[in-house]
């Protein structure tokens, strides 16, 4: 089997899985950001903390999926203030971790763990959220909105397709050739302008939104979504990798299919309190 065809399935696949998560509801939904919330923390533990002992990784994986289960549930179904202040005992645990450890640099290890929580469950958890900013009625009831939540996956697919099939057609300057030399300036622009219509599109499609609204966030998905591959891309060559795993055949690790929307995430979430 031919490289382009096993990209071809396996991709096939992580997008089905995706798709039916989503459209099943709230559980299903938080299973699967979940998912890919201990994957990725996997991955980093592997990746950044490869030279720190087991207790870090473990106390960085172990604490990283509370963190997102607190964070994404406590902001849409409701968990009690006084559980969100666990999440502030374990800020202080790699302090506490280091005290027993006799690492030259204590405060690097510390950093790393915190910005991976930052990265990752935080992330992931306000992606799982904006299923909740715009509820929908069924028989009565309000349920999660995993079109929604589709929608952002879409524009983030249709930026990278975009950007990727111009850049290879006409792409001849780059965008940032010190972090990711084969991004180029006019592909990053092909896919913005195609990543608008799409959402367009989506308008016709699921009117969720206005349709000022969907372009704004196509617009805005665009963006961010080239910064988040190019943070990741940042990352691998900061530590001299090509791929952070290889978990998804012929794509590479979950960070490498996930970069974009770590930072979408964000972008979006607050695009929505705005509107």
Same mark, same amino acid.
């Given at each position: 089997?031919?490289?382009?065809?096993?990209?071809?399935?396996?991709?096939?696949?992580?997008?089905?899985?995706?798709?039916? !998560?989503?459209?099943?509801?709230?559980?299903?939904?938080?299973?699967?950001?979940?998912?890919?919330?201990?994957?990725?923390?996997?991955?980093?533990?592997?990746?950044?903390?490869?030279?720190?002992?087991?207790?870090?990784?473990?106390? /960085?994986?172990?604490?990283?999926?509370?963190?997102?289960?607190?964070?994404?549930?406590?902001? *849409?179904?409701?968990?009690?203030?006084?559980?969100?202040?666990?999440?502030?005992?374990?800020?202080?645990?790699?302090?506490?971790?280091?005290?027993?450890?006799?690492?030259?640099?204590? /405060?690097?290890?510390?950093?790393?763990?915190?910005?991976?929580?930052?990265?990752? !469950?935080?992330?992931?958890?306000?992606?799982?959220?904006?299923?909740?900013?715009?509820?929908?009625?069924?028989?009565?009831?309000?349920?999660?909105?995993?079109?929604?939540?589709?929608?952002?996956?879409?524009?983030?697919?249709?930026?990278?397709?975009?950007?990727?099939?111009?850049?290879?057609?006409?792409?001849?300057?780059?965008?940032?050739?010190?972090?990711?030399?084969?991004?180029?300036?006019?592909?990053?622009?092909?896919? *913005?302008?195609?990543?608008?219509?799409?959402?367009?599109?989506?308008?016709?499609? *699921?009117?969720?939104?206005?349709?000022?609204?969907?372009?704004?966030?196509?617009?805005?998905?665009?963006?961010?979504?080239?910064?988040?591959?190019?943070?990741?891309?940042?990352?691998?060559?900061?530590?001299?990798?090509?791929?952070?795993?290889?978990?998804?055949?012929?794509?590479?690790?979950?960070?490498?299919?996930?970069?974009?929307?770590?930072?979408?995430?964000?972008?979006?979430?607050?695009?929505?309190?705005?509107?």
């Amino acid at each position: 089997m031919n490289n382009f065809t096993l990209r071809t399935i396996s991709g096939t696949v992580y997008i089905g899985i995706i798709i039916s !998560c989503l459209l099943m509801g709230t559980w299903a939904s938080f299973s699967l950001f979940f998912l890919f919330n201990f994957l990725a923390l996997f991955e980093y533990s592997r990746l950044v903390l490869s030279k720190y002992s087991f207790s870090h990784k473990a106390i /960085f994986i172990i604490s990283g999926i509370i963190i997102f289960s607190i964070t994404a549930l406590w902001q *849409f179904v409701f968990i009690p203030p006084k559980i969100l202040g666990a999440l502030l005992i374990l800020a202080l645990v790699p302090f506490v971790n280091e005290l027993f450890h006799k690492n030259q640099n204590p /405060f690097d290890v510390i950093g790393k763990q915190i910005t991976g929580w930052i990265y990752l !469950c935080f992330s992931l958890s306000l992606m799982f959220g904006l299923g909740y900013k715009r509820l929908v009625l069924e028989n009565g009831e309000l349920v999660y909105n995993g079109i929604l939540v589709l929608t952002v996956f879409i524009l983030i697919w249709a930026n990278d397709t975009f950007a990727y099939l111009i850049g290879r057609w006409i792409g001849k300057r780059p965008l940032l050739s010190r972090i990711s030399p084969k991004k180029t300036i006019e592909g990053s622009i092909g896919g *913005f302008l195609l990543t608008i219509a799409v959402s367009i599109g989506l308008y016709f499609g *699921f009117s969720q939104l206005l349709i000022h609204h969907y372009i704004i966030l196509g617009a805005l998905i665009s963006i961010s979504s080239i910064i988040g591959d190019l943070v990741e891309s940042m990352l691998k060559r900061s530590l001299d990798v090509k791929d952070s795993g290889n978990l998804i055949p012929g794509h590479g690790g979950i960070l490498d299919r996930i970069d974009a929307m770590l930072i979408t995430a964000w972008i979006v979430f607050i695009f929505f309190q705005l509107i």
